[in-house]
C-alpha cells in the first residue's frame, strides 16, 4: 500500500510504501464498531451514584391514614413511586461498564480503520513536524499551510514546543503512536503521521 508523503507545504512529494497487513484491510465495519464501543466503555468511570429507599432521607411516619381518604396506601414517603423517594434499582459507583477486547481484534479494528483513512485519502505522512517556540500561533499557521483546518497529528515522540503550541487550538490533536485510539481517528477527518510515526505504528500493530 502507497501513502501519500507531503511536504511542509501540504504538496506531494512522492509516494511511501507502507504495510499492506496495516494500510491494505478491508473495511469491517462491525469489527470498528465493536472496537470503538469497547474502547468508549473502558474509558468510563463508573463514579455515579444513587440511593435506594434506605438511604434516601425521610419519615418512617405513615403519610396519612389507611382507609378513608380515597388514595392509595402508602406506608413511608421513601417508596420509589413517590416524589424525592429511593430508586428501585440505583446506579452504584462500583458499577463495571469495561468489556474484554482481545488483543487481535483491537489491532484488526485499527488496522481496519487506518486502511480505509488511506482509500478515503484522509491519511498523510510528513517527514517531521516541528515549531521554534510554543507559539499557538506559529503551529497554527503551520497547520495551515498545509491544507489542513481539523486534523489528528501522529507524531512518534512528542516534542514539547509542539505540545505546548497545539493544545489550545480546538481542532487539532497532537497525539504520541502509542497513544492513538480508535475514537480519535474516526472523529478528524483528517490524519497527519510522522514517517517515524508510521514506522512505529506498523512495529506496534503490524
Known amino acids: 500500500m502507497e501513502l501519500k ?6 504538496q506531494e512529494a512522492s509516494r511511501l510504501q507502507a504495510s499492506d497487513v496495516l494500510f491494505g484491510r478491508e473495511y469491517n465495519e462491525a469489527l470498528i464498531h465493536q472496537v470503538v464501543v469497547a474502547y468508549q466503555a473502558n474509558a468510563r468511570s463508573g ?7 434506605a438511604q434516601v432521607s425521610h419519615t418512617t411516619a405513615k403519610p396519612f391514614r389507611q382507609k378513608g381518604t380515597g388514595r392509595a396506601r402508602a406506608g ?4 420509589p413511586l413517590w416524589r424525592g423517594g429511593g430508586r428501585i434499582f440505583p446506579n452504584s459507583p462500583e458499577e463495571n461498564f469495561s468489556q474484554k477486547l482481545n488483543k487481535k481484534m483491537y489491532r484488526a479494528g485499527m488496522a481496519s480503520i487506518l486502511s480505509q483513512l488511506a482509500r478515503e ?5 510528513v517527514d517531521g513536524i516541528s515549531v521554534d517556540a510554543p507559539k499557538t500561533k506559529l503551529f497554527a499557521q503551520k497547520i495551515k499551510g498545509m491544507g489542513y483546518e481539523s486534523v ?5 515522540s512528542l ?5 505546548l503550541a497545539s493544545r489550545n487550538l480546538p481542532n487539532v490533536l497532537v497525539l504520541e503512536v502509542n497513544e492513538a485510539d480508535p475514537v ?3 472523529r478528524f ?17 503490524g
Open 5 to 10: 508523503l507531503i511536504n511542509e507545504q501540504g
Open 47 to 53: 463514579n455515579r451514584a444513587q440511593k435506594d429507599r
Open 76 to 79: 413511608m414517603s421513601s417508596s
Open 121 to 125: 485519502d484522509r491519511l498523510a505522512v
Open 152 to 156: 489528528l497529528v501522529i507524531t512518534d
Open 159 to 163: 516534542d514539547e514546543n509542539v505540545y
Open 184 to 186: 480519535s481517528l474516526i
Open 189 to 205: 477527518p483528517k490524519v497527519l503521521m510522522t514517517k517515524s510515526a508510521l514506522a512505529k505504528l506498523e512495529e506496534i500493530l
